[in-house]
């Protein structure tokens, strides 16, 4: 009887370890601990983790890889796609966002249809005293020693590191000239003085949050980041 009642004590002590491994995935979520900025045309954070089947598709097709799977701390979202934009930007020049067309189970959806309105965020501009045009600044070498772009004027097709691709500029416009979604960002005065060279990034409602600003923004951290859609936070 001892010996049977040692075998039910152990095994209650392991179906109560499995229970409790199980409720912690809730945690992350439960308390907004992790929010990871989705593919273009995720769903809603809840019908996303929902739909998901956590296939891989969409990561397989990226020509940038910027799409990478969760890990264990994102709980119930293990195995879920997200874009870590300061890594690896969305390059949302590609042609017909192909991992919205590899999803297999609508998670990622094209029934907005139009490119510009599949938001995956909004960048905003989080650290204005470390942005070089706001200091009114230039920028000469590489902007960053990680990350992938698509350079159309080295080769529309075929991605390079950007620690690939020197920059000369008289006045850092990073966050401008790399933007995939034209009229998305632009650079407006600081002031009404003509000589002041300052200029203060404005997103406008044309930004689909890809991450390209933030990605390819040369100060640490980036003085330009991305937000998740309200949507993803609830």
């Given at each position: 009887?001892?010996?049977?009642?040692?075998?039910?004590?152990?095994?209650?002590?392991?179906?109560?370890?499995?229970?409790?491994?199980?409720?912690?995935?809730?945690?992350?979520?439960?308390?907004?601990?992790?929010?990871?900025?989705?593919?273009?045309?995720?769903?809603?954070?809840?019908?996303?983790l929902?739909?998901?089947?956590?296939?891989?598709?969409?990561?397989?097709?990226?020509?940038?890889e910027?799409?990478?799977?969760?890990d264990?701390?994102?709980?119930?979202?293990?195995?879920?796609?997200?874009?870590?934009?300061?890594?690896?930007?969305?390059?949302?020049?590609?042609?017909?966002?192909?991992?919205?067309?590899a999803?297999?189970?609508?998670?990622?959806?094209?029934?907005?249809?139009?490119?510009?309105?599949?938001?995956?965020?909004?960048?905003?501009?989080?650290?204005?005293?470390?942005?070089?045009?706001?200091?009114?600044?230039?920028?000469?070498?590489?902007?960053?020693?990680?990350?992938?772009?698509?350079?159309?004027?080295?080769?529309?097709?075929?991605?390079?590191?950007?620690?690939?691709?020197?920059?000369?500029?008289?006045?850092?416009?990073?966050?401008?000239?790399?933007?995939?979604?034209?009229?998305?960002?632009?650079?407006?005065?600081?002031?009404?003085?003509?000589?002041?060279?300052?200029?203060?990034?404005?997103?406008?409602?044309?930004?689909?949050?890809?991450?390209?600003?933030?990605?390819?923004?040369?100060?640490?951290?980036?003085?330009?980041?991305?937000?998740?859609?309200?949507?993803?936070?609830a």
């Amino acid at each position: 009887m001892d010996a049977d009642r040692r075998t039910l004590l152990r095994s209650l002590a392991a179906a109560a370890l499995v229970v409790g491994v199980s409720m912690l995935g809730a945690i992350p979520i439960a308390r907004g601990l992790v929010q990871r900025l989705r593919p273009p045309g995720a769903l809603g954070e809840k019908e996303f983790l929902a739909a998901c089947i956590k296939c891989g598709q969409c990561v397989q097709v990226c020509p940038v890889e910027a799409i990478v799977l969760a890990d264990a701390w994102d709980g119930f979202g293990l195995g879920a796609p997200y874009v870590d934009a300061r890594a690896q930007a969305c390059d949302f020049s590609c042609d017909a966002v192909q991992c919205i067309l590899a999803c297999p189970s609508g998670a990622l959806s094209h029934a907005l249809n139009a490119k510009e309105q599949v938001r995956m965020g909004f960048a905003r501009l989080d650290r204005p005293d470390l942005c070089l045009a706001r200091l009114g600044q230039g920028f000469k070498g590489v902007a960053r020693e990680v990350g992938l772009h698509r350079y159309s004027e080295v080769d529309r097709w075929n991605p390079i590191p950007i620690a690939k691709h020197p920059y000369d500029l008289p006045l850092c416009d990073l966050c401008v000239r790399e933007c995939p979604i034209e009229g998305a960002i632009r650079l407006d005065p600081l002031g009404d003085d003509p000589l002041d060279p300052r200029r203060t990034p404005v997103v406008t409602d044309r930004c689909v949050g890809c991450g390209m600003c933030e990605m390819i923004c040369p100060t640490e951290p980036a003085a330009i980041v991305i937000d998740l859609p309200k949507e993803a936070k609830a």
